[in-house]
C-alpha cells in the first residue's frame, strides 16, 4: 500500500516487497485504547494445532497487536509526509497491459501508466483488460514522457468516506484476503487495508496462507486519513458472535440435554465439540459403544453432530458430552441375541498371544482364547490361524454383561478327535507316535494330530529306576506304547512303554516264596541296610539286623559284594522283599518244612508267620 502514498517510489518497488520489509512505528501513538491489543488467550480446553503439523508463521518481534500495529505504521509514517488527497480524480480507458504497467489513456497528451502491482488479484492477475474504464488519480508527469497514475489513491478517495462510517459505527465490512505480509496479511476492502495476525481468529493462526483468496467480514479499528492507514480486525466480530451464542446456549445448557455442535478439533484422547460459544469434550470412551482407536475414526473436524450433556460445570464452565449414550448399550439384551451355543459370525479386531478378539457387532466384542481356536495343541500362536480384518464364525461360549465379556470358540466348529478316541484306540491296544515334549513327570507322544498321549516316569520302565524321561526317550523320537486308558472329557490319555515288555516282578513272585535261598549282589548300601540285586530288575532288602553269620555276628555290607540270602518276606501288591543272610544257615524244623510245602494262603507270608504257626500247633 505503501507504493499509492510515495509519488518517488511507485515504480521501483513493488507493493508487497514495501510492506514485507516495513518497520511500521507510529500505530501506538493513534491506538484507539477501547481496542484490546493485547492477544487473546487460549480458551480453555481447546488445543492448538501443533506448529509441526501447519505453516509457522513469524511472529518475531510481533509479540502483541500494538507491536503489529507499530511496525505497519512506521511505514507509512516515513513516506507519507509529501501525500496529498486534493488529487483529482479523472476516468481514463485501458489501452493495454505491460509486464511493469497499465496503460490507461487519460485525455491528457501522453498516456498514463499505472503499476501492474495496483490491479493485481490475491492470485497476482490483473484485475484491467484493454478497454476497460478505469478511475485514477494524476500523480506527475514524467520527464520521460507519460504520467504516472494511481489506481489505490483513486480508490481510498471513493471509499474513505463509508470505511469512515463504518469505523465510526463499528459496522463489518466484506473483504478478500491478498496476500502475506509481516505480522499478518492484507485484505482488500475497497482499498488495501492491514488484518494482524493476531486479529484474524480467537486462537493463534499457523499458517496464515491458508486464508489468502478468502472472503471475511471485518471491522475497521483503526483508520487515519493523512497517513492512509487503514487496520482491520475478524477477532473482533468472532469474539463478539461468540459471546451471543454462548449467552443463548447457556440458557439451555444443562446436564441430560441433547444439543447439535460442531467438531473443531481432535486429539488422541477425544473431540472437542463448540456447542455455540461453549466448547465441550467428547471423550473418546464416551463417542462409540465399541472400540476406537482415534477420535477420527468416527468423526472429522467441521463435522456436526448430535451430542448428550453427560457433566456441566458451570461456574468453570466445563461440559462433558457423549456420543454412544445416544444409542441403547448394546450389552442390555447381549444374554437373549447372544446364547451359548450360538453359531456367530464376526470381524477380527485384534490377535494377541492369549486369542483373538472378534467385534460381533459395533460394541459388542467376544474373545477366542487360544485355547478354543484347534484341537491341535501344536499351534505356537493365535496369529498362525487368524489375523485383524479376518471374518470368522464363532460359537457363544458363555456371556457375562455385567463384565461385558463373551466368551467364543472355533474349535466347535470341528469334529471334536477325542469324542471316539476310545472306540479307536481300546485299552491293551499298541500305537506308534512321535516324541513331542518331555517334562519331569513324563513324555508326551504324539499319536496323531491334536491327540497326545502322556507316558508317565513310572511307565517307562519295569526294571530301571528312571528319575527323568530323557534318560530312556529323546525329542522327536519314534517309538511304540500301550493304551492304558482315555478319559474323552478332560481330553487325557495314558500310554505305557514298559507294558510292551513282560513284568518281571510278576515272573519274580510267581517263581519264588518265603524260605527260598537265592544268589544276589549288593548294590548300595543305608543305615538301615542294604539293597541287594536277586534277579534282573528285582532287588530286596536285607535289613542289617540280618546281615549276619549263623552266629550272630554282624557283617558288614558293600556294594559289589555277592551272598547268598534267604527270602524271609514277600509283599507283591507293594513289590517288596525282605532277604537275610543270618537265616541261611538255618535248619528248619519238620513242621517249617512240612508248612512251606503247604500252599501260601497270603502274598505276605514270613518266617516268623510260619514259626508263629508252629507255636500255635503245639
Not at 460359537?395 to 466347535?412: A, E, F, H, T, Y
Not at 539293597?531 to 542289617?544: D, K, P, R, S, W
Not at 559289589?560 to 514277600?570: L, N, R
Not at 518266617?607 to 500255635?616: C, E, I, P
Request: glycine letters at 8%; proline letters at 5%.
Amino acid at each position: 500500500m505503501a507504493d499509492v502514498l510515495n509519488p518517488e517510489r511507485i515504480e521501483s518497488t513493488p507493493l508487497s516487497s514495501q510492506l514485507e520489509t516495513s518497520t511500521l512505528e507510529a500505530a501506538t501513538e493513534h491506538a484507539e485504547p477501547s481496542h484490546d491489543l493485547t492477544p487473546n488467550p487460549q480458551p480453555e480446553n481447546t488445543p492448538v494445532e501443533s506448529p509441526s503439523t501447519a505453516e509457522e508463521t513469524d511472529f518475531s518481534g510481533m509479540d502483541d497487536f500494538a507491536a503489529a500495529l507499530e511496525s505497519f505504521d512506521r511505514e507509512q509514517a516515513a513516506e507519507a509526509a509529501t501525500v496529498t488527497y486534493d488529487d483529482n480524480i479523472v476516468t481514463g480507458t485501458v489501452v493495454k497491459l505491460t509486464d511493469k504497467h497499465v496503460v490507461v489513456d487519460v485525455g491528457l497528451k501522453s498516456e498514463g501508466l499505472i503499476p501492474i502491482e495496483q490491479v493485481v488479484d490475491h492470485n497476482g492477475q490483473p484485475k484491467l483488460k484493454p478497454g476497460d474504464s478505469v478511475e485514477v488519480v494524476v500523480e506527475r508527469e514524467e520527464s520521460e514522457g507519460g504520467y504516472l497514475l494511481s489506481y489505490d489513491k483513486a480508490q481510498r478517495h471513493r471509499v474513505w468516506d463509508s470505511i469512515e462510517r463504518a469505523a465510526n459505527e463499528k459496522m463489518p465490512v466484506v473483504g478478500t484476503v491478498l496476500g502475506r505480509v509481516k505480522g499478518g496479511v492484507t485484505i482488500d476492502i475497497g482499498i488495501k487495508a492491514f488484518l494482524p495476525g493476531s486479529q484474524l481468529e480467537i486462537r493463534p493462526v499457523r499458517n496464515l496462507d491458508s486464508y489468502i483468496g478468502q472472503q471475511i467480514e471485518v471491522r475497521v479499528i483503526k483508520l487515519n486519513k493523512k497517513r492512509g492507514n487503514v487496520v482491520v480486525s475478524r477477532k473482533e466480530l468472532l469474539e463478539e458472535e461468540q459471546t451471543a451464542k454462548r449467552g443463548e446456549t447457556l440458557e439451555h445448557l444443562e446436564e441430560g440435554a441433547v444439543l447439535t455442535g460442531t467438531v473443531k478439533n481432535l486429539t488422541d484422547y477425544g473431540a472437542f465439540v463448540d456447542l455455540g460459544g461453549i466448547d465441550g469434550l467428547l471423550h473418546i470412551t464416551d463417542m462409540s459403544w465399541g472400540r476406537l482407536t482415534h477420535p477420527r475414526d468416527l468423526v472429522n473436524v467441521g463435522d456436526e453432530i448430535q451430542v448428550k450433556v453427560l457433566k456441566f460445570d458451570r461456574e468453570k464452565q466445563r461440559v462433558s458430552l457423549g456420543f454412544k449414550q445416544l444409542t441403547p448399550d448394546p450389552w442390555l439384551d447381549a444374554v437373549e441375541r447372544y446364547p451359548a451355543g450360538a453359531r456367530v459370525r464376526g470381524r477380527v479386531l485384534s490377535v494377541t498371544d492369549y486369542g483373538a478378539f472378534i467385534e460381533l457387532e459395533q460394541g459388542i466384542e467376544g474373545l477366542v482364547h487360544v485355547s478354543e481356536m484347534t484341537w491341535s495343541k501344536r499351534m505356537k500362536h493365535p496369529s498362525k490361524l487368524v489375523k485383524p480384518g479376518d471374518e470368522v464364525d464363532t460359537v457363544v461360549l458363555s456371556v457375562n454383561p455385567s463384565d461385558r465379556r463373551i466368551s467364543l470358540g472355533m474349535k466347535q466348529l470341528l469334529e471334536n478327535p477325542w469324542e471316539n478316541l476310545s472306540e479307536r484306540y481300546p485299552a491293551g491296544a499298541v500305537v506308534e507316535g512321535r516324541v513331542r515334549n518331555l517334562t519331569d513327570f513324563g513324555a508326551f507322544i504324539e499319536i496323531e494330530d491334536g491327540i497326545d498321549g502322556l507316558v508317565h516316569v513310572s511307565n517307562l520302565s519295569w526294571t530301571k529306576r528312571v528319575k527323568h524321561p530323557s534318560e530312556v526317550l529323546k525329542k522327536g523320537e519314534k517309538v511304540r506304547a500301550v493304551v492304558l486308558g482315555v478319559e474323552a472329557e478332560s481330553r487325557r490319555l495314558s500310554l505305557g512303554i514298559k507294558q510292551l515288555q513282560p513284568d518281571v516282578w510278576e515272573s519274580f513272585f510267581a517263581q519264588h516264596r518265603v524260605g527260598d535261598v537265592v544268589r544276589g549282589k549288593v548294590l548300595r548300601t543305608a543305615q538301615f541296610g542294604a539293597f541287594v540285586e536277586i534277579a534282573e530288575g528285582v532287588e530286596g532288602l536285607c535289613h542289617v539286623s540280618e546281615a549276619a553269620d549263623p552266629s550272630g555276628a554282624p557283617l558288614k555290607l558293600e556294594a559289589g559284594q555277592e551272598h547268598d540270602f534267604k527270602i524271609i518276606k514277600m509283599n507283591q501288591d507293594e513289590k517288596k522283599v525282605g532277604l537275610s543272610i543270618r537265616a541261611v544257615g538255618e535248619e528248619a524244623s519238620r513242621a517249617d518244612v512240612e508248612a512251606y510245602k503247604q500252599p501260601v494262603s497270603s502274598s505276605t507270608t514270613t518266617l516268623g508267620d510260619l514259626v508263629n504257626w508252629k507255636r500255635s500247633e503245639q
